[in-house]
C-alpha cells in the first residue's frame, strides 16, 4: 500500500521557520520523484517543489523559490520540505505526493498524496 505521511506543521511567527517531512512507505522510494503541494484556506491546490533521484530538484512556484528547498533522505524513505522567511500567505495544509507511474521524473500529476501537514502563519 502506497503511502505518503506528511508532518511537521503547526504555527510559526511571520519570518520564521519550519521543517516538513515525508514519510513513505509502499514502493520503491529511492526510484522515484516525490513533490510537495498544498492548498491554502479558500485557495486553489499550488504546486511547490519536486526532488527527482537523479534529476535534481525542479521549482513550480516562484513565490517560494529562495525561501524553501527540497532534499530527500534515501535511506530514511523520507523527503523534507524546509521553509524559511515565512510569510502569512504561506499559511496552508501541505502535501507530498508522488506519481508512480513517471518514476524519477517530476510532475506535478500526482497520483497519490498522504493526508497533509497544516501550517499557520502569524504574528
Known amino acids: 500500500e502506497v503511502q505518503l505521511q506528511a508532518s511537521g506543521g503547526g504555527s510559526v511567527r511571520p519570518g520564521g521557520s519550519l521543517r516538513l517531512s515525508c514519510a513513505v512507505s509502499g514502493f520503491a522510494f529511492d526510484d522515484f520523484a516525490i513533490g510537495w503541494f498544498r492548498q491554502g484556506p479558500g485557495k486553489e491546490r499550488e504546486d511547490l517543489l519536486c526532488?527527482?533521484?537523479?534529476?535534481?530538484?525542479?521549482y513550480y512556484s516562484d513565490s517560494v523559490k529562495g525561501r524553501f528547498t527540497i532534499s530527500r533522505d534515501d535511506a530514511k524513505n523520507t523527503v523534507y520540505l524546509q521553509m524559511n522567511n515565512v510569510d502569512v500567505e504561506d499559511t496552508a495544509v501541505y502535501y507530498c505526493a508522488v506519481r508512480l507511474a513517471l518514476r524519477k521524473i517530476c510532475t506535478t500529476r500526482y497520483e497519490y498524496w498522504g493526508q497533509g501537514t497544516l501550517v499557520t502563519v502569524s504574528s
Open positions: 526532488t527527482s533521484p537523479t534529476l535534481g530538484n525542479t
